[in-house]
């Protein structure tokens, strides 16, 4: 990982435990325990109980205005993310219960619910950290290099994320997914808060369709809103999520030995440092 990309030691930790993953794995250190993981918290086995937080915004609830006011802010962040957080709280509980009362009839229920909450905790959060007063433009870096390869032009990549968002059926996301098999980028349709999800592949950038997420501005005009979100799209904090995801990946493969699409031996693998060991590791015991 490069020291221009992650800055200082703090800085970098920062940034790994809001976006943090390895292997395709979404892992939100800070969320998840709202506390600052110190080294202990990277040594293996030092995953425990899960107990999780809502995440502050990094903005007012009227910073994105006039795209998304401020009374749906509120009620988003305030009300409908810190019930995700509470109901995945409630089925970690109910699951402690079940193993310590060895009376697992309603565990499908439970595990339902913890999926379901958990995932939108994660959605939620990953949303927040996507959007910025100072957004919309046009990603540049690696990942505009991605979009223009994969999607053929950043207007087809919009093309195609703005008919996801606009066709999905009821409440849901549209997601640009990072896939670590085949190193790509994925357009995920997302129903509910997780099903059609991508198994494996972290969320780069997640729009929330929920009519909760529009519908007091916007009324029943999905589409308005999803062209008015192209201007609070933080670039520059999606274009690090992926660039943390692509050198993690080329991280774990010289570790495993799969080289992946790589060469073995070649410069490709090999000039990945001994600080992206250390990124790995962070990321890999975070929750
Ligand atoms: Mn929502």
Request: charged fraction near 20%.
């Amino acid at each position: 990982m490069s020291d221009q990309l992650l800055g200082s030691e703090p800085q970098r930790r920062s940034i790994l435990q809001t976006i943090g993953g390895v292997g395709g794995l979404a892992l939100f250190s800070s969320a998840a325990s709202g506390t600052t993981a110190d080294s202990d918290d990277c040594a293996p086995g030092a995953s425990r109980r899960p107990d999780y937080r809502l995440p502050e915004l990094p903005y007012a609830y009227d910073a994105l205005e006039p795209h998304i006011d401020a009374r749906i802010m509120e009620l988003h962040h305030g009300k409908h993310h810190q019930s995700y957080v509470d109901s995945a709280n409630a089925a970690v509980e109910e699951l402690e219960e079940m193993r310590s009362n060895g009376d697992f009839e309603t565990i499908r229920a439970t595990k339902r619910d913890l999926s379901f909450n958990l995932s939108g905790h994660v959605n939620h959060t990953v949303f927040w950290a996507s959007m910025s007063p100072n957004g919309g433009g046009t990603p540049d870096g690696a990942l505009a290099t991605a979009i223009e390869n994969q999607f053929g032009s950043f207007e087809a990549f919009r093309a195609e994320f703005t008919a996801t968002a606009t066709a999905v059926e009821g409440g849901g996301w549209a997601m640009l997914f990072y896939e670590p098999l085949a190193d790509a980028l994925v357009i995920g349709q997302v129903e509910d808060q997780n099903e059609l999800a991508h198994q494996g592949a972290t969320p780069l950038l997640p729009l929330d369709v929920w009519e909760h997420a529009y519908y007091l501005q916007y009324e029943n005009d999905r589409e308005a809103y999803v062209d008015a979100w192209w201007n609070v799209v933080d670039w520059t904090a999606v274009g690090q999520r992926y660039e943390i995801l692509t050198e993690l990946r080329c991280g774990l493969n010289q570790e495993t030995g799969d080289t992946g699409s790589t060469t073995a031996g070649s410069d490709t693998t090999t000039d990945t440092d001994t600080d992206t060991d250390t990124t790995a590791k962070d990321a890999d015991h975070s929750n």
